[in-house]
């Protein structure tokens, strides 16, 4: 389904609004009970770290922000490392959902690139904490940090992947300029390692569009 490109699309919501669950007997079920009292702890988390930074905030932190008891969080987490990152895959996952079904909305890749770039960048802007927990704070946790980070950058759109390349090598099958290394001056080459490091192949090539050269 092709969207409106004029309408944004609306910034993902990452956790419900959820009160604190009346004390005492009431008739919620258990089951609805757990996943309430997940969705807070993983919000909390976020938001504790987004203020004062992964390794600043404690257990307590959360549950102050979260309402649960520590018996509650143990039934779900094993310790703050594990609430962290699954609240970050959760984030994670809703982010690229969202992303994937603006890039399905479009017919041009060029469309689709600007849109999911605006998507990302809202949500960003209207939600720091978050993102300060998810972008940065990530970091701090360690090696499994950097891994999750890394996969969840792997994630790509499982739709609009072939459509949107298709497009691509269409609308760039007018590139005039192939620049290869080999043919390059030794200086020049130089100049570009220095200022891009990178590791190339003896015949690896930039293509270049034609309005750009």
């Given at each position: 389904?092709?969207?409106?490109?004029?309408?944004?699309?609306?910034?993902?919501?990452?956790?419900?609004d959820?009160?604190?669950?009346?004390?005492?007997?009431?008739?919620?079920?258990?089951?609805?009970?757990?996943?309430?009292?997940r969705?807070?702890?993983?919000?909390?988390?976020?938001?504790?770290?987004?203020?004062?930074?992964?390794?600043?905030?404690s257990?307590?932190?959360?549950?102050?922000?979260?309402?649960?008891?520590?018996?509650?969080?143990?039934?779900?987490?094993?310790?703050?490392?594990?609430?962290?990152?699954?609240?970050?895959?959760?984030v994670?996952?809703?982010?690229?959902?969202?992303?994937?079904?603006?890039?399905?909305?479009?017919?041009?890749?060029?469309?689709?690139?600007?849109?999911?770039?605006?998507?990302?960048?809202?949500?960003?802007?209207?939600?720091?904490?978050?993102?300060?927990?998810?972008?940065?704070?990530?970091?701090?946790?360690?090696?499994?940090g950097?891994?999750?980070?890394?996969?969840?950058?792997?994630?790509?759109?499982?739709?609009?992947?072939?459509?949107?390349?298709t497009?691509?090598?269409?609308?760039?099958?007018?590139?005039?300029?192939?620049?290869?290394?080999?043919?390059?001056?030794?200086?020049?080459?130089?100049?570009?390692?220095?200022?891009?490091?990178?590791?190339?192949?003896?015949?690896?090539?930039?293509?270049?569009?034609a309005?750009?050269?």
């Open positions: 389904m092709v969207t409106d490109a004029s309408i944004p699309a609306p910034v993902p919501v990452f956790f419900e959820l009160k604190r669950l009346p004390p005492g007997r009431h008739s919620i079920a258990v089951e609805e009970v757990a996943r309430q009292q969705v807070r702890l993983m919000g909390a988390m976020l938001d504790a770290v987004g203020e004062q930074g992964y390794i600043a905030t257990v307590a932190d959360v549950l102050v922000r979260a309402g649960v008891s520590r018996r509650t969080f143990y039934e779900h987490f094993t310790d703050k490392e594990d609430r962290y990152l699954q609240a970050y895959d959760h994670a996952r809703v982010l690229t959902d969202a992303v994937q079904d603006v890039l399905r909305g479009h017919e041009h890749w060029q469309d689709a690139v600007r849109a999911g770039l605006d998507l990302f960048l809202r949500t960003v802007a209207e939600n720091p904490r978050i993102a300060r927990a998810a972008l940065i704070e990530i970091l701090a946790v360690g090696p499994e950097v891994r999750r980070r890394e996969a969840s950058r792997r994630r790509t759109p499982a739709g609009p992947t072939a459509r949107t390349s497009s691509i090598a269409r609308d760039t099958a007018g590139f005039s300029a192939t620049v290869r290394r080999k043919r390059s001056s030794p200086a020049r080459i130089a100049s570009c390692q220095r200022r891009w490091p990178c590791r190339t192949s003896a015949t690896a090539s930039v293509r270049i569009p309005t750009w050269s």
